[in-house]
């Protein structure tokens, strides 16, 4: 019969055929998470390439949301537009209190059973944890732990310079004028109104001390803002401009960490993210390139935790999520992510014998400046205050920075003033 036949083989090529593409299906469709984040330099990039693998590993899909900017203010632009047409990714680089406004937004996805699971409030600093939970739920996971407050030296410039890595503020300036006489840029910078808060908030700490530091980037106190020593701040980082290229403008940080690489520039003020840069060069911490404490902050630790928020969705896709959430705390990630990000790791119990003497120091500060006081959020990192408010110290610091005739008295003034907007 062979019209049976014919029909049995079509009626078994349509099954295999069938049973063949749902399976191409199902592997196509493994669950998979969309990330949202910002880490988009070289090595930025190497670091989220651990956390895409290692999801893959377990079998998940990983599809990558990059947006490009330091600082991620263009991200949290295009997370916003795409939380507002109700199509949130299932997790995005978020920190700081905006977490939290996040949160009152009624989307984010809460992680407790993986928190338990993992025991994650044995192994996270409160302060930290803290952070990471709204309503008592973790909604985020946190990758790392930057410090803000460094400096990044190039030795063979100061060699030729005859400087040593200045301490304070003013051999900071006085390095910097011998470094120009031997025929280098001084301070490699790229004027980007976060980077401009980034130098300014590390001048505000060197110059009035952590507890300045905590009444004007923190509080917002208004007799602080508007006072002699922050017109004394604002002096001197306005002053840092004269070891700055003229070609600074809208540069890239990582651009000017590659500076410092190349040895065009001497020094670069930034935080542990360029670290990033010089191990994804090759080279070597305490040989190639130098790390210290910003000058004047040898007491005080600046940090930037960078997390991962994860938005509510379904079925699949939140089975992915929490695989991702578990796997960021684990140790394999948060060694293989830090050693190319320059950070250190979120939780303090890991051995920390592979990391550069840099990463040493700041495990070593960042615990010690916990213990002893010292250790402050970052405004230019979103750490201290919401993200307006962050917004508006920007513009003054980045509009005072680059005028020609704004008074220092009138920048405190515009600083007392976005605190007003604030309140
Ligand atoms: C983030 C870092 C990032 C840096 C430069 C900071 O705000 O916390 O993870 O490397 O910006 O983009």
């Known amino acids: 019969m062979p019209s049976f036949k014919r029909s049995f083989n079509k009626t078994a090529l349509a099954l295999a055929t069938s049973l063949a593409a749902s399976f191409t299906l199902s592997t196509a ?84 059973e993986v928190a338990e699971a993992e025991g994650w409030d044995e192994l996270l600093p409160p302060t930290v944890a803290e952070i990471m939970r709204h309503d008592g739920s973790y909604v985020a996971v946190p990758v790392n732990v930057h410090r803000v407050n460094w400096l990044w030296a190039n030795p063979e410039v100061l060699e030729a310079a005859g400087v040593e890595m200045p301490t304070t503020l003013d051999e900071l300036f006085t390095a910097g004028e011998a470094i120009r006489e031997a025929g280098y840029i001084p301070l490699a910078h790229g004027g980007q109104a976060w980077q401009d808060a980034t130098v300014f908030e590390t001048v505000l700490l060197a110059t009035g001390g952590t507890e300045f530091y905590q009444q004007t980037m923190v509080e917002l106190d208004e ?133 550069d003497q840099c990463a040493q120091r700041s495990m070593e500060d960042f615990q010690r400046t916990a213990d002893e006081g010292g250790l402050v959020p970052s405004m230019a990192h979103g750490m201290a ?3 307006d408010v962050q917004g508006a110290i920007f513009d003054v610091v980045t509009n005072y920075f680059n005028s020609r005739d704004m008074a220092a008295e009138e920048a405190a003034r515009r600083m007392v003033n976005a605190a007003q907007a604030a309140l």
């Open 29 to 112: 469709q493994a669950a998979e998470v969309e990330v949202l984040h910002w880490w988009t330099s070289g090595g930025e990039a190497r670091a989220a390439n651990v956390l895409k693998e290692l999801m893959e590993a377990e079998g998940y899909g990983w599809e990558d949301f990059a947006v490009a900017g330091g600082g991620g203010e263009t991200a949290m632009t295009v997370l916003k537009s795409r939380a507002m047409s109700g199509n949130p990714p299932s997790a995005a680089q978020i920190k700081g209190p905006e977490i939290q406004e996040w949160g009152e937004l009624g989307l984010l996805g809460e992680l407790d």
């Open 223 to 355: 007799e602080a803002l508007g006072s002699e020593q922050m017109i004394e701040a604002l002096e001197t980082f306005k002053r840092l401009r004269e070891l700055m290229d003229d070609d600074m403008s809208g540069r890239d940080w990582n651009i000017a960490t590659s500076m410092v690489i190349n040895g065009d520039a001497g020094m670069q003020l930034m935080g542990d993210w360029a670290k990033g840069e010089f191990t994804a060069a090759g080279l070597t911490a305490g040989e190639d390139y130098l790390c210290a404490a910003a000058p004047g902050t040898q007491d005080a630790f600046t940090f930037n935790i960078d997390s991962l928020a994860m938005f509510r969705v379904e079925g699949e896709e939140r089975e992915a999520q929490h695989a991702l959430a578990r796997l960021v705390l684990e140790p394999t990630f948060q060694e293989a992510f830090n050693l190319a990000k320059g950070s250190i790791p979120a939780r303090p119990d890991l051995d920390m014998g592979e990391f």
């Open 385 to 387: 205050v919401r993200a």
